[in-house]
């Protein structure tokens, strides 16, 4: 791996940690104010709106620049959100401001690796910065845990600098004043990620141009057999992802009696798993077999259906470790083969765009849908079943998907061999 790489990677380990631990201060916040239990699955709708409404903009905007300062730039906005949080703003528009940040800044992530790397190395990057990324989160809701915990959080307030009046007199500024630190370390990693040498020049700045554009690179996508696929086993992974951390949130506090510093160690735990199956994903997969891991996704999802019926920590833990390997495992080839197949269609900035589109799309759908149910009362049990069968049911459908586009595949290449 080149050393440029390393410098993306510690960049990116420093921007998902800040984000991470903000979620649960921000969580924390909510419920200081005494806010509604469904405003906290509506912070990870808030925060991914952003991929949305700007999908056919942001893969433009990463490719009119070195993407490391397109990475700098949209740090600094995750700055000010954590900023206005820290001044008083309501936590859900304040993580709306981070989540316009962190949208401008995956198509530049992940974009890079295509620009840096060749393609027969993008499994094993992925591997490492899906790892990474994994750890960040892991570490990421354990600080964030650890800085809402009332004895660490009051011996922090306590601490003061000589000479000098900070103004933090709560928790939730405390917490915040110490997350953006963070964020500043990550930004000082983007302003030593190399440039690939890859010209940036802006072809088109019309919106409605960029609008068509992104729509006909949506098709193209959704239209390409392998494209497809993964793209749809990637959509449905992290709208599941994102679902399953306010899942284990508040199963960890129903079953397990635990409050939310505890229970965001859970989160840490299921991120564990991930980060085991991302590495030896890459390590035991190559991108021709990546679609025959699709069968773990359909595994992962009844075995969710577990939670159920556990109420002690010690099968828990293993538990959730399982669920996260089984996720890592089948989500790291199949994002590798989709932005080898992005970037051969219509480029690394583009197809990331519109994967940020749809896996975001799915995030706000699926905790749109959690935040409902849980505001109709429904029992999380119940919750947690459904969501299990969900998700294999759609992995099911996704593996008949694609043995059915390998049979047309098989039946034209009998047809042109019998012609010849």
Partial sequence: MKRGFYTILSAQFFSALADNALLIVAIFALRDMHAPQEYEPLLKLFFTVSYVLLAAFVGAFADSMPKGRVMLISNGVKIIGCLMMFSGVHPLAAYAVVGLGAAAYSPAKYGILTELLPHRLLVVANGWIEGLTVMAIILGTVVGGLLVKTDIALTLLNFDFPMIDTGIDTIPEMSIGIIGCIYLIAAAFNLYIPDTGVDHRILKKNPLFLLHDFNHCLKLLWRDKLGQVSLGVTTLFWGAGATLQFIVLKWAEVALNMDLSKASMLQGVVAVGVAIGAVLAAKMVTMRKSVKVIPLGIAMGLIVLGMNFVHDLWIAVPLLVLIGALSGFFVVPMNALLQHRGHILMGAGH???????????????????????????????????????????????????HENNQRQFDDVALLDDTRN
């Fill in 351 to 401: 197809s990331i765009a519109v994967q940020n589109f749809n896996e975001n799309l799915s995030i706000l759908a699926m905790t749109g849908l959690y935040a409902l149910l849980i505001h109709l009362n429904l029992s999380l049990y119940a919750i947690i079943a459904l969501f299990g069968l969900f998700v294999s049911g759609m992995m099911y459908y996704l593996k008949k998907r």
